[in-house]
Nanobody, 122 residues
């Protein structure tokens, strides 16, 4: 049974940084598609970043250059480093995983975490 648990969310001021983690069990990080998504109140869920085998990544235009997705194989964890945070980054952040290995940005992911809240104040 696949389980994903996010952590690292919190409240920061604009310009600050946060590091989100997604610990996986029943699933090996780095072998297939994984991603970070977010949903703000009243808005649809949107993709933030994805990562697949060999560390290939994709980013939403709104976060490119500020966020970095990676994985820590030793801890079987996916990471999202978020810098230069803006109030518009405020949302619930979810990690997702799948067994498929291609088109990670366009997948309907099979496995989801419960989310971690990120709040950025101006």
């Amino acid at each position: 049974q696949v389980k994903l648990v996010e952590s690292g969310g919190g409240s920061v001021q604009a310009g600050g940084s946060l590091r989100l983690s997604c610990a996986a069990s029943g699933y090996t990080v780095g072998r297939a598609c994984m991603g970070w998504f977010r949903q703000a109140p009243g808005k649809e869920r949107e993709g933030v970043a994805t990562i697949r085998r060999y560390g290939r990544t994709t980013y939403a235009d709104s976060v490119r250059g500020r966020f970095t997705i990676s994985y820590d194989n030793a801890r079987n964890t996916m990471i999202l480093e978020m810098n230069s945070l803006k109030p518009e980054d405020t949302a619930m952040y979810y990690c997702a995983a799948d067994q498929r290995t291609d088109n990670c940005a366009g997948l309907r992911y099979n496995y989801w975490g419960q989310g971690t809240q990120v709040t950025v104040s101006s």
